[in-house]
């Protein structure tokens, strides 16, 4: 017993772990896994803010030979990062349970007899008992460990799941250096500070957001400290450590693209190109862009706030009042803390903002301790046994759990791995696909491609990106040959781009005309040497607005799942649909999408065939589409023509 009460957050985070593999995504899921999956098997350079340790840290786990695959393997990596979170985590409430005291009964009569001058030794008693303080411990790192947003970094590769460690992590010495005894500045390399200093880099070196725990520290540390002379040489002391160790992990990224990876965002050779970078420049028009986006994304997070926790939403606004009363300044610093990442996170006008809550996540799990224990000890004043209060607390947990489980479930998404492969493998050797499918194509096309070594010969082109000038350096890495001919237009392009990248005056219409320029001579200059394919979105949402045209003489007709741009209007084969599609159960917003581009493209090839009275043909398509996307709706006027 005497191991396993030492021991509880260990084991804790294995349970957890265990779970976490359960929910584990086998491949390739949406947004930006494939790209970071593949700057840690590659040593490349993710999108801004670079994530330095991230990458490093991926690349050594990646190279560790394990029988999985390498998106396999650091996925699991995230479900690593996410354990070793929830276990600091609990072993971090405990720490701070055992530093709540109560003034014993006997110090209290000092008080009552001091006009007598009777002394008695003040002695302060832990306010919680062992029992206690363990339960509610491990029953708050359950609320942390399956909430929604939380238990789903753990199911594929992220940043955000070594940022939420590295959370944990600075938050436990932040507190051990606020309960320590020492009397730091005497011998400043033994100050728990210096170690909080240390933490606190490698939180920067992995996420920015890393700033949002800095005014919750700063309360936490001016209110034990004051702002005084020692205060301040403390702080500069901690710099003399935390800034060393922050240039040191991103002097990766000059290092790295001065060696032109394959994956090289940004390109950040430079002084003007890593502050570029490591600022998020190009993301940072949609922060802090109008109240009324705050206000949605405000929304939103109340809303959202109840299937995060489901009913453990109940231990967290107990916990608020219950932490405010049993230590102010730990209430207050978690109260901070958490208003903080709101308001910031709030002002991020961005789709997939639930990540940007992490922290808030995480001071909000730390209230449910408080409000566990307290409901703990009510329960002992109503004569409830310790092993009634644990089982109720295992059947909160239980249908906490199972209403959390279907959301999160990964381990049957294979649905981006088969469309990217369906997409890339149904094209001619070498050929130019141009689409701007980040989190559906483009992204997981460079795992597939550099670290799978999956139809290298096809180059996919983001189109989107081409309006930063960092991308043609990585196209003249990656495929030297397909800029070559249009050398004039690419420089006029770059070079009106400059102001535009350094927030200087320039003209947008003559950006865009450049820009335009590019797209269109890429095609016109390309079309002899390489198959072209366009994806359908620009086809959707630009083409038939007008908004990108292809060269005069040219067209486009459907091709399986893209369109393929020619010169006459001749009949083209395409592949019949024999691509393996495998779907997810549970299907969000991102798997919905590539079932519309799929059926989408296989009901435009179907009607092409009829046009050149191929009705055999069209029907392989129809098939196709009723086999494999039961939800799909085909236009009644296609079934008509097909007949039986």
């Known amino acids: 017993m005497r191991f396993l009460k030492k021991n509880f957050p260990v084991f804790t985070g294995l349970f957890v772990f265990i779970i976490y593999l359960i929910t584990l995504a086998p491949s390739v899921v949406e947004i930006d896994s494939g790209e970071l999956a593949t700057v840690q098997a590659t040593l490349g350079i993710a999108h801004p803010t670079g994530y330095p340790l991230f990458t490093l840290a991926g690349y050594i786990f990646s190279k560790i030979p394990l029988p999985f695959t390498t998106i396999f393997q650091v996925n699991i990596l995230a479900a690593i990062w996410c354990s070793l ?52 411990s491990i029953a708050g790192g359950m609320v942390l460990a399956f909430s929604k947003t939380f238990w789903f970094q753990s199911t594929s590769v992220e940043v955000y799941s070594m940022q939420v460690f590295l959370f944990c992590l600075a938050i436990l010495f932040l507190l ?84 032109s990876p394959n994956l090289n965002w940004g390109n950040p050779i430079d002084f003007e190109r890593i502050l570029r970078h490591i600022s998020g420049k190009q993301y940072q028009v949609w922060l802090f862009s109008s109240t009324e986006a705050a206000k949605k994304q405000l929304v939103y997070f109340i809303n959202e706030l109840p299937a995060e926790f489901t009913f453990s939403i109940l231990f967290i606004l107990a916990g608020i009042f219950s932490a405010i009363k049993k230590s102010k300044k730990i209430g207050l610093f978690l109260l901070v803390t958490f208003i903080t990442t709101v308001l910031y996170s709030i002002n991020y006008d961005i789709v997939d903002i639930d990540s940007y809550f992490l922290l808030a996540y995480i001071t909000l799990s730390f209230f449910s301790v408080f409000g566990i224990i307290t409901i703990l000890r009510f329960l ?28 999160v479930n990964q381990n049957d998404n294979y649905a981006f791995e088969d469309y990217t492969k369906a997409v890339i493998g149904s094209v001619d050797h070498n050929s130019l696909i141009l689409s701007y499918q980040w989190d559906y194509l483009v992204s997981p096309s460079y795992y597939f491609q550099l670290v799978e070594n999956f139809r290298k010969d096809v180059k996919v082109v983001d189109k989107e990106l081409l309006r930063r000038s960092w991308y043609y350096h990585q196209l003249n890495t990656d495929h030297p040959d397909l800029l070559a001919r249009m050398r004039p237009e690419v420089n006029n392009f770059l070079e009106d781009v400059k102001p535009f990248e350094r927030e200087e005056k320039f003209n947008p219409s003559i950006l865009e ?74 299907k969000d917003r991102y798997v919905l999408m590539i079932e519309n581009f799929i059926g989408g493209m296989l009901t435009r090839r179907a009607l092409y065939e009829l046009q050149f009275d191929k009705v055999e043909k069209a029907r392989k398509y129809v098939k196709k589409i009723k086999s494999g996307l039961p939800d799909y709706i085909i236009p009644t006027g296609l079934e008509a023509a097909l007949g039986k």
């Not at 003489?553 to 009949?571: A, M, Q, S």
């Open 85 to 136: 979170a929830v276990g600091i985590f609990t072993y971090t409430s405990k720490f701070i349970l055992d530093n709540i005291y109560i003034i014993s009964n006997q110090a209290s009569k000092m008080k009552k007899v001091k006009k007598k001058k009777t002394t008695f030794p003040q002695k302060n008693v832990r306010a919680f008992t062992e029992f206690e303080t363990i339960i509610s």
């Open 176 to 259: 051990k250096s606020f309960f320590s005894l020492k009397q730091e500045g005497i011998n400043f390399l033994k100050s728990d500070w210096i170690i909080f200093a240390f933490v606190l880099a490698l939180c920067f070196s992995n996420h920015m957001t890393s700033i949002l725990i800095l005014p919750g520290t700063a309360y936490l540390y001016f209110s034990k400290y004051k702002f005084n002379k020692r205060s301040i040489k403390q702080i500069i002391i901690m710099l003399f450590v935390f800034i060393p160790v922050l240039l040191l992990f991103y002097s990766y990224l000059p290092i790295r693209a001065a060696q």
């Open 380 to 407: 002992k004043k109503q004569k409830f046994s310790y092993n009634i209060s644990v089982t109720i607390l295992v059947l909160i947990f239980a249908g906490h759990f199972y209403l959390t489980f279907g959301k």
């Open 513 to 586: 005309t450049d820009y335009r320029a590019v797209m269109s001579d890429l095609v016109s200059t390309n079309f002899d040497r390489y198959s072209i394919y366009i994806a359908p979105e620009i086809f959707e949402n630009e083409m038939q607005k007008g908004q990108f045209v292809l060269p005069d003489g040219y067209t486009l007709v459907p091709d399986l799942l893209l369109f393929r741009v020619v010169k006459d209007n001749k009949y083209y084969p395409a592949p019949l649909p024999d691509f393996k599609l495998r779907l997810p159960d549970k």
